[in-house]
């Protein structure tokens, strides 16, 4: 009988020391993934500023969109980059504004309307932020296909607003539309 208790003991123990050998594992092999995402997260974001930048330079743009048009599964989030280069030689508070402007179907591109709220998707408007005479800024505009339908196409206006002289800042730039493509 004790020669038993000694053996079920020792099986206990053993299988204590494996579940938490295995359980550190677990806990290493995860913290591995969300470091290995966050570094790629990093380095998109790097060429994403880096390419805002050069884009920013090279055209004399005052307002950079670089990519406009995005396909994404329903409720799924994703963040455009919008960039901002001061040219009125003088300081002045920016607004990034976002609205809604319609939706079509991806097919046929003929109009169509949402029976969802398109608030929830965006925020509206960013800002006010100051930029002095050629500094520029990275905007980030979230979009979260909450609600959203398949086959549909959602088109967003984007307008850059200032606080000076309403011919130079009201729209700054051209305004720029996001397209998002909502698949299953």
């Known amino acids: 009988m004790k020669k038993k208790a000694i053996t079920l003991s020792i099986n206990l123990i053993t299988i204590f020391i494996i579940s938490i050998v295995v359980f550190a594992l677990g806990i290493f092999a995860v913290r591995y993934f969300i470091t290995s995402a966050r570094e790629l997260e990093?380095?998109?974001s790097i060429s994403?500023?880096?390419?805002?930048?050069q884009l920013l330079v090279s055209s004399n743009e005052k307002v950079v969109l670089p990519e406009f048009r995005k396909t994404l599964h329903q409720g799924q989030r994703y963040s455009f980059a919008l960039g901002i280069k001061n040219y009125l030689e003088q300081t002045a508070d920016f607004n990034v504004n976002?609205?809604?402007?319609?939706?079509?179907?991806?097919?046929?591109?003929?109009?169509?309307?949402?029976?969802?709220?398109?608030?929830r998707w965006i925020f509206e408007s960013q800002g006010p932020f100051r930029l002095g005479d050629n500094e520029k800024k990275i905007i980030s505009m979230p979009v979260h296909t909450i609600?959203?339908?398949?086959?549909?196409?959602?088109?967003?206006?984007?307008?850059?607003?200032?606080n000076k002289?309403?011919?130079?800042?009201?729209p700054y730039g051209y305004k720029q539309k996001i397209f998002v493509d909502v698949i299953k």
């Open 98 to 119: 976002m609205r809604f402007s319609y939706a079509m179907t991806t097919k046929d591109e003929s109009l169509y309307s949402p029976n969802i709220d398109m608030s």
């Open 42 to 44: 990093e380095e998109v």
């Open 48 to 53: 994403v500023e880096r390419q805002i930048n």
């Open 147 to 162: 609600g959203s339908e398949p086959g549909i196409t959602y088109v967003f206006e984007v307008e850059v607003r200032c």
């Open 165 to 170: 002289n309403i011919e130079l800042c009201n």
